[in-house]
């Protein structure tokens, strides 16, 4: 053993492991050191011993793997309220059980003014969605809005409709509609994107302590799942009002993250980007960047905003180049004119702030693709790094566009799957041709372009990012092997790429590469331990992995009852 005078002695030493670092040359190692938060050693078993002082902690990893903390690029913490707190119908199979559990929450909370939560599905329903007449049933005497587990349409019964104002004479607000019973003509119940706003502007927002409620839940959940940081993309301007797209409920979610960040509540790492207005074009971009300019904290910052071009493929909103199949003159639209689009992309760019799109169908992709272009061309270069999410439908001629503007892609990886969803909307409304170049992938990073994996959480419940990665790679419904399963097959991703994707490119999309995404020297210690190395196992199995122990900044935020590792 060499010289050891000079070096301090570590807060927490782990050894023996299989540390996969995620760093520039994916390289491994055995043992790293951790001293502040921040990981001062990374190497062999041997050098790490002069690190060992009298009050450090050891945790003999006998082998296991430990991998950076998980990045989920692209989510909704505090929206997950809706989840948490109200009435939760995600995974629920019929309007029969859906309702059952409306009534059951219904005569738990007999005093609360509004019956709110949410997760249905447009599966159970036709087209024009679910009835308030249902929903009267259950909940007569106060308004309820139950949002859809996409978060793009609400289900609303009578009094909610009542105190909106709204009737046969209201017309659907742009890129808004109203779903209407074909006799009367009368709203029957399904308000979706922008005419969420009628219900969303005339009902109260959730509490402040219930957002913390939420937010604190979802933590526990995420540090269970190796997650470390995360990207909150549907933060709402404090004096949030006009057009919001549904989620004025969310109205008081920053002032949610202030108070947590005030009294250092944070166990993970949070960024995020405020929703845009799309009437409002580029007259919000002062506010915008004011809000991010007194977000500092370092478990909370803004990175700029989230800028919805459409909805989604299930409410046949997404916006699409060809018609959808069960509706041959339909192809929805942009929620943003092209000329606003285009403004607003360039003003916040040149404010070097990033803009983080949501585009579902090809057409919005190209909204999105050309408002960069336009962006590019005033401001000369980006003035920084712009996200696409979802990639549902992409026209993939249009790919290399974005690698050629830098654009980083994050997708769902969770949703590259067949199974009832192909079946009952892929097929119907795509057709089989866009139904089976749904999600790409591989082709992206064979176009160079990076991809930051996300969950859209709670749109997808639970979302550990173990099953992100699996299905990444495997593209298939768990537990099958027919290959006629296989969603896409040729976009399938490797491990490495995946457990990337959900690492280190998360950090660039989130500008946080400096402090996480690989186990570096200089670095925050975010790390999870696993049961077994991913490298080793079937990708099967990649899934049912368990995560034994979750770091965030040095310090333990969840352990596995079957891991004893720390050894003092
Ligand atoms: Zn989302």
Redesign the pocket.
Known sequence: MGDTSGIKTADLVMKNGRIYTVDRNKSWSEAVAVTDKMIVYVGDSDGVESYVGPDTQVIDLKGKMVMPGFIDS???ISAVTAEGDGVALANLPTLEAYLEAIRTYVTKCPNQDVIDGGGWGNEPFPPIGPRKEDLDTVVPDRPASLMSGD?HSVWVNSKAIEMAGVTKDTPNPPGGVIERDPDTGEPSGTFRENAMDLIYNVLPPFPVDRLKRGIHSYMKTAASEGITTVHD??LLMPDAEGTLLGYGNLRNNIEAFDQLTANDELTLRVRGTILTDPTKGAGQVAALKAQCAIHKHPHFQLTGAKVFIDGVVEGSTAYLVEPYRHMPDFRSESLWETDIANETFQEIDAENLQIHV?AIGDAAVKVSLDALEYAREKNGTLQTRHLI??LHVVDYADIPRFADLGVIGVPQTFWHLKGEYYDEISLPYLGKERADAQYPMKSFLDAGVMLAA?S?YP?TVPSPPLVGIMLGITRCEPGSSNPDDVLNPKEKMTLEEMIESFTINGAIANFVEDITGSIEVGKMADMVILEKNLFDIPETEIADTKVLMTLFEGTPVFTDPSFQGIEK
Do not use: E, I
């Open positions: 692209h989510m909704h978060g993309a549907l949501h999410t979802h996300a859209d749109v």
